[in-house]
């Protein structure tokens, strides 16, 4: 945008966008508000149409442009012009509080508020914001909602306050807090009755408990730590005053945590808490669930805080046992969401007993995680009117799934065989259990039954003599969940043959019926898996299953499970069997996929027509062939049992990748495939290095597919060190690099991870795998100007590559030094870190502080300490000037980091002798800017 538009052309284009019912014209006028708003003439645009007023979608335009311009173009304006925009946000605001609309009221809010925070000249905000408008009743909700999002805002991500400024605003925030204190007591006593008001000071008092300034004995003290309690005693209160309630005092409780500074405040909680439990009984008769979720999460919230004192004095003071009664009841409610709610709890108190490991507090806590698995049990009826199978897709199954993923993992406490034993013995002393109860016991039940002792003798044999029996006209989910049981104990099946014929019958006919068939063949493969040797002698059968797949009622992903367990049996077999049954396994899949190349069909996605279907199945296959623990022994100089197999399979997949190499999908799949044969017989695999690499070549420079790159990665993986094979694969590299260099060059890095992850990966190989290869090669200086500008670069795969390949590069200085190429491997790094040092470590910098997230800096910690290894002098060099360059003071006038700062992270960072050193100095540093 060239000029400033006026208001007028503004304004219209504003109601273009709400009340034009062209859906072009909305568009059009969108995109135009749009670029308005990133220029920087958004600024005295959104100040005058605020001045002005006109309408509701106008004055919130310019109040959430306001907003977004102080957020992210902060620096657009100059020093001068601070006071200025503070002043005028402040008129605005003193203009149009008393009439406008709460959305409006919340963007002008967080404008002041982020301004408040960036400009450093503005000292004491919240007493200078109460004293303009705490005067007045007409202006309280907006001096609530200010006073709310400020504390808020201290560690919003988007305004990079950095550590010292934060620090600054923490201690002034602090400063104020009994102003605020005393603020929000006078609202709850002059404005008792506008509940918008009270619903302000609830989170108003939760955000300033958020932020850790509150004293917690001044609070405890007073009237207003009993406001939230007494709203959510009261069963009249408005849900939305009700919400906000819960939200402050769940704030309260976070704090509460340390105990040893909020101790007063911890005991005040505690009391206020438990007396909630007769409100929550309330809700549950008045069928009001989102008060009962509330409750829940207030009760959720005192476990959390008081975990630990629990474990230290369990039943004593703070460590009230009362607290598992009440979070036991909110997981009784008969909405499974409630229950929902405590599940993380659970989680942590049985980690924190798993690593205690003390009898005395399991037998303590046995009788709570009973209850828990009987109330969960319960929550996982379905309903008694419900149709078919049970629904995967559904919020309800998600639920369940969690269910059996938190009794796995609390299961040791109460003991799998007694939860098993006990759900068993519920179901045959209960006469006439409807279906829904049979089939909850039984999906429970299969939660634990792979942590049964294989030498189980009682309760097990009937349990799967009574599923193998279900009736025909038995509920088919009954009949569903106890095909899935019956996979569940399929290592109790392994220590007991004698059953096993009689589950395969069972299962066998399971696949052929249209709603049982996916469930039994994925039971089929756990039988496979942990019955390999076994099953052997049931091969040819497997064989004719999966020759007759395309015909049966089985999803896809079924299916691949199926032929993976049907793989790990020829894992079992001699050499000569294997070779065979692998033949057999393949040509099937391999010969529908030529009839779908010689029929030209057009494809539709997840049917027989899809060509992703058996390549996912041939993949599945070979995938299992190269692990350790799984792959046939091979012998020096011996065949491969595969390669045969391999090599026949080849010509589908080369006309697979060619004709449909547009489609990304399907050679993504093609090339996932290819890497697992590959893979799976290693250099052996050496005949189809040529053609293949031939192909890949050529398909690239017309369909830049990052999984080509990824598939050259293995290939110099496995050829990378024979001698013969690396002028082929730097030919490839060259081939390579050209359009992708390119394509990124054109399209952005930041458009293109999947590429930036895959090409650096490959780089990566080959400093590994022949380091000379690429270091004599006149693309080494490309491939590092471009992973210096990929280092910023927030995607995590992405940038774990291109730091990975950083890594290796420095690393291949110093590393094998006793080996004959040394010397030279030294000379050529060192040749391109006199040129290119100093920029990288500009780079790392410049990533570390303003591109990526803390979580990602451990990889640049390891560029950065492979670097001193290499050379620590010149290091400390490179390191001073990239800090030099570092911006000293932020747009609003605060320091990001100070001389003394700068000087000890500079001694930190070479002075570390370990990786962990520099990767805590990176992410205290990187606080200076964030």
């Not at 910023?792 to 200085?813: C, G, I, W």
Request: aromatic share 8%.
């Amino acid at each position: 945008m060239d000029s400033a538009p006026s208001t007028e052309t503004v304004v219209q284009a504003i109601q273009t966008l709400y009340h034009n019912p062209d859906p072009a014209g909305k568009e059009r006028a969108s995109a135009w508000l749009g670029e308005l708003q990133r220029s920087v003439f958004a600024w005295e645009v959104a100040d005058q149409l605020l001045r002005n007023g006109q309408d509701l979608e106008t004055s919130y335009f310019a109040a959430q442009t306001m907003r977004t311009k102080i957020q992210y173009a902060f620096h657009e304006l100059p020093p001068s012009a601070h006071q200025s925009l503070k002043e005028s946000l402040l008129n605005h605001a003193q203009n149009l509080v008393s009439h406008a609309s709460p959305v409006i009221i919340t963007q002008l809010a967080l404008a002041l508020a982020d301004l408040a925070l960036q400009v450093a000249a503005w000292k004491c905000p919240a007493k200078e914001l109460i004293e303009r408008f705490g005067n007045t009743v007409g202006n309280l909700p907006f001096l609530l909602e200010v006073l709310t999002v400020l504390p808020e805002e201290v560690n919003s991500r988007s305004l990079r306050l950095g550590a010292n400024r934060r620090g600054e605003v923490i201690e002034e925030l602090a400063g104020s807090c009994d102003l605020v204190i005393q603020l929000l007591i006078a609202c709850t006593q002059s404005c008792a009755a506008d509940t918008r008001v009270q619903a302000k000071v609830y989170r108003c008092l939760g955000s300033w408990f958020n932020l850790g300034v509150i004293q917690g004995e001044a609070v405890a003290t007073s009237q207003l730590l009993n406001a939230p309690f007494q709203a959510m005693h009261n069963p009249e209160t408005l849900s939305s005053v009700h919400e906000a309630a819960c939200d402050c005092i769940c704030s309260a409780l976070y704090v509460a945590e340390d105990i040893t500074r909020y101790e007063s405040l911890a005991n005040c909680l505690f009391q206020g808490v438990i007396s909630l439990s007769e409100p929550y009984h309330i809700s549950v008769a008045q069928e009001d669930i989102d008060k009962s979720l509330n409750y829940c999460r207030v009760f959720t919230e005192l476990a959390e805080s008081f975990l630990e004192l629990m474990m230290a004095a369990p039943g004593q003071g703070l460590g009230d046992l009362r607290i598992l009664d009440l979070l036991l009841a909110c997981v009784g409610h008969c909405q499974y969401e409630v229950a929902e709610i405590t599940f993380n709890f659970w989680y942590r108190l049985s980690e924190v007993l798993y690593k205690r490991d003390s009898t005395n507090l399991n037998t303590i806590f046995k009788p709570y995680f009973q209850r828990l698995i009987n109330s969960l049990s319960v929550h996982c009826q379905m309903d008694e009117d419900h149709e078919g199978i049970p629904d995967e897709t559904d919020d309800f199954a998600d639920f369940r799934i969690r269910v059996s993923e938190l009794i796995k993992d609390v299961v040791f406490i109460v003991g799998s065989i007694n939860v098993f034993t006990q759900l068993f013995r519920n179901l045959a002393e209960t006469p006439n259990t409807t279906w829904d109860v049979t089939e909850a016991h039984m999906y429970v039940m299969s939660a634990v039954a792979k942590n049964l002792m294989p030498d189980e003798g009682e309760v097990v044999p009937q349990v799967l003599q009574a599923v193998l029996n279900l009736p025909q006209d038995a509920h088919i989910a009954v009949r569903y969940t106890g095909t899935q049981l019956v996979g569940e104990l399929c290592e109790w099946i392994d220590r007991h043959p004698e059953v096993l014929d009689s589950v395969l019958n069972f299962l066998l006919a399971g696949l052929q019926h249209p709603k049982l068939g996916s469930v039994s063949a994925t039971s089929l493969q756990n039988i496979c898996a942990a019955c390999r040797e076994q099953m052997a002698r049931h091969f040819k059968g497997l064989l004719q299953i999966v020759e007759a797949l395309d015909n049966l009622h089985i999803s896809n992903d079924a299916a691949v499970g199926l032929l993976k367990g049907i793989s790990l049996i020829l894992t079992k077999m001699p050499h000569d069997q294997l070779a065979v049954g692998l033949r057999a396994l393949c040509q099937i899949q391999a010969n529908r996929l030529s009839q779908l190349i010689a029929q030209n069909e057009s494809i539709k996605e997840g049917t027989k027509t899809d060509p992703t279907i058996f390549l996912d199945r041939l993949a599945s296959i070979f995938s299992l062939f190269q692990y350790r623990h799984t792959a046939p022994e091979v012998q020096n100089g011996q065949i491969h049992p595969c390669q045969q197999v391999v090599q026949e399979v080849w010509p589908v997949l080369s006309d697979t990748c060619n004709k449909y190499q547009a489609d990304i999908r399907i050679v993504e799949r093609c090339c996932r495939c290819i890497r697992f044969a590959v893979r799976c017989v290693g250099k052996q695999s050496a005949g189809l290095l040529q053609p293949l690499v031939t192909q890949m070549v050529n398909v690239y420079q017309v369909h830049q597919h990052s999984c080509f790159l990824y598939l050259g990665s293995i290939l110099v993986d496995e050829y990378g060190m024979e001698e013969g094979c690396r002028s082929g694969l730097l030919d490839m590299l060259k081939a390579f690099c050209g359009p992708t260099f390119q394509m990124l060059k054109t399209g952005g890095l930041r458009n293109h991870p999947d590429t930036i992850d895959d090409l650096f990966r490959l780089c990566a190989r080959f400093v590994q795998r022949c380091p000379l290869v690429i270091l004599h090669s006149e693309m080494i200086d490309s491939i590092l100007e471009c992973a210096m500008a990929a280092s910023t670069l927030d995607h995590r795969d992405a940038n774990a590559s291109v730091m990975k390949f950083l890594r290796d590069l420095v690393h291949t200085a110093i590393a094998n030094d006793c080996d004959d190429d040394y010397q030279v491997r030294r000379e050529l790094v060192e040749k391109l870190m006199v040129v290119r040092g100093p920029q990288l470590v500009q780079s790392l910098m410049s990533a570390t502080v303003f591109y990526l997230p803390s979580y990602m800096l451990p990889d640049v910690a390891d560029v950065v300490f492979e670097l001193m290894r290499y050379n620590r002098a010149s290091f400390c060099v490179w390191l001073e000037h990239a800090l030099k360059a570092l911006p000293t003071e932020t747009t609003g006038g605060a320091v990001n980091a100070t001389h003394k700062q700068l000087t000890d992270f500079h001694k930190q960072i070479t002075s570390a002798e370990e990786v962990k050193s520099v990767s805590s100095a990176l992410r205290d540093f990187s606080r200076l800017y964030r």
